[in-house]
């Protein structure tokens, strides 16, 4: 199973928006909705704040969104804050019953 | 305070094995389903292992599979992975994580660092 393709890279100004996409295949993101993004600071453990494609954990800013179309997931910031500025990453479940993780997407705010 | 707390990892040889275990305090542990996910240096997550909160279900990578075993203890609220025949590929900080929708890693520990080499 390949990994999921996000961009290396992304940045943004404060208070601006910032898409991060997340594609795969008919097999994974195209056929379910159990996509899930995470935020990971330097040298520190992930946090959940996407699952199901849109869902927000209790306590995740709602200036964190998610959506699909097709096979193409989306992680939406809104009013970029200087906190924002970590890597993300995506998954999803898969037809072979397995997880597949996207490479990753380092945010950066101007 | 939920909590995953790691311990186990350290500096081992290829070939050599290792058993990272996890405490979990703060929530109702036999409800959840338990994952270890890897991250080598440098790299993005893999996940390693998942059992299901009833231990009916289990996962293994490709990667690992016939060398890893994943197992957990309910009453003692704990999570281990015995590790075998490691490989320099192995190498990664292993985070103990955990979930009540499958797939879904809602609480993290903070990862403990394996290193394979000679």
């Known amino acids: 199973q390949s990994a999921l393709t996000q961009p290396a890279s992304v940045s943004g100004s404060p208070g601006q928006s910032i898409t991060i996409s997340c594609t795969g295949t008919?097999?994974?993101?195209?056929?379910?909705?159990?996509v899930s993004w995470y935020q990971q600071y330097p040298g520190k453990a992930p946090k959940l704040m996407i699952y199901e494609v849109s869902n927000r954990p209790s306590g995740v800013s709602n200036r964190f969104s998610g959506s699909k179309s097709g096979n193409t997931a989306s992680l939406t910031i809104s009013g970029l804050q200087a906190e924002d500025e970590a890597d993300y990453y995506c998954?999803?479940?898969?037809?072979?019953?397995?997880?597949?993780f996207g490479g990753g997407t380092k945010l950066t705010v101007l | 305070e939920v909590q995953l707390v790691e311990s186990g990892g350290g500096l081992v040889k290829p070939g050599g094995s290792l058993r990272l275990s996890c405490a979990a305090s703060?929530?109702?542990?036999?409800?959840?389903?338990m994952n270890w996910v890897r991250q080598a240096p440098g790299k993005g997550l893999e996940r390693v292992s998942s059992i299901s909160s009833s231990s009916s279900y289990i996962y293994y990578a490709d990667s690992v599979k016939g060398r890893f075993t994943i197992s957990r203890d309910n009453a003692r609220n704990s999570l281990d992975l015995q590790m075998n025949s490691l490989r320099a590929e192995d190498t990664a900080v292993y985070y103990c994580?955990?979930?009540?929708?499958?797939?879904?890693?809602?609480?993290w520990g903070q990862g403990t660092m394996v290193t394979v080499s000679s």
């Open positions: 703060g929530f109702t542990f036999s409800n959840y389903n």
């Open positions: 008919s097999s994974d993101v195209g056929d379910y909705n159990y």
């Open positions: 994580a955990g979930g009540i929708l499958t797939d879904v890693f809602a609480i």
């Open positions: 998954n999803s479940y898969t037809s072979s019953n397995t997880l597949v």
